[in-house]
């Protein structure tokens, strides 16, 4: 992805994509801001470990989506780690993590948005398929991924087998490039 992307929402606002190091200030807090979420519906915070730097291009991607020039998203992609060297022809998997867009510009097809392109960078990377661990408290979610097209998967990582943990994956090397995301 180029450094910045602008998409059109629902609403007519125009929503400005940049790629931004997982660390970047704004990056943080949207994280926190996800993060709190996850206390307020599940308990707790996400425990899956990430490391800053597995989302850094080539390897990784970490969207901030700002609309009037507020943060209000944000999503990423990292190499998916639980692939097994045993299939050397199995295609390569990207996780997509942390989709958030902030409670004050939802239902305006930014979440759509943002996984369009986290989806489109991670293809012309060499991926071609994503997957992604979402639960059960999360029905918005599950009916976005749904509506994209994402269907369940083998569970993996700390959240596998976990009572509410939902597992869903697609793939990408088939789709047409979206001009949101060049």
């Not at 800053?52 to 990784?60: L, M, Q």
């Not at 009572?163 to 995301?181: M, N």
Request: with cysteine; aromatic share 8%; charged share 25%.
């Amino acid at each position: 992805m180029s450094t910045s992307a602008e998409a059109r929402l629902r609403d007519g606002s125009v929503a400005t994509l940049r790629s931004v190091p997982y660390d970047d200030p704004v990056a943080r807090d949207l994280v926190a801001r996800v993060q709190q979420e996850y206390v307020d519906r599940y308990g707790g915070p996400d425990g899956a470990a990430v490391e800053p730097g597995e989302f850094s291009p080539p390897a990784g991607l970490f969207l901030v989506a700002e609309v009037d020039g507020e943060p209000a998203g944000c999503g990423a992609w990292r190499q998916h780690t639980e692939t097994s060297p045993a299939q050397p022809d199995a295609p390569a998997v990207a996780e997509v993590k942390r989709v958030y867009v902030v409670p004050a510009f939802r239902r305006r097809g930014l979440a759509q948005v943002l996984v369009a392109a986290l989806e489109d960078s991670a293809r012309r990377s060499g991926y071609r398929a994503v997957v992604l661990n979402s639960g059960d408290r999360q029905p918005e979610a599950l009916a976005l991924y749904e509506a994209l097209g994402y269907t369940p998967v083998p569970g993996y990582g700390l959240y596998a087998g976990e009572a509410g943990a939902v597992f869903l994956g697609r793939r990408i090397d088939e789709e047409e490039e979206r001009p949101w995301a060049s």
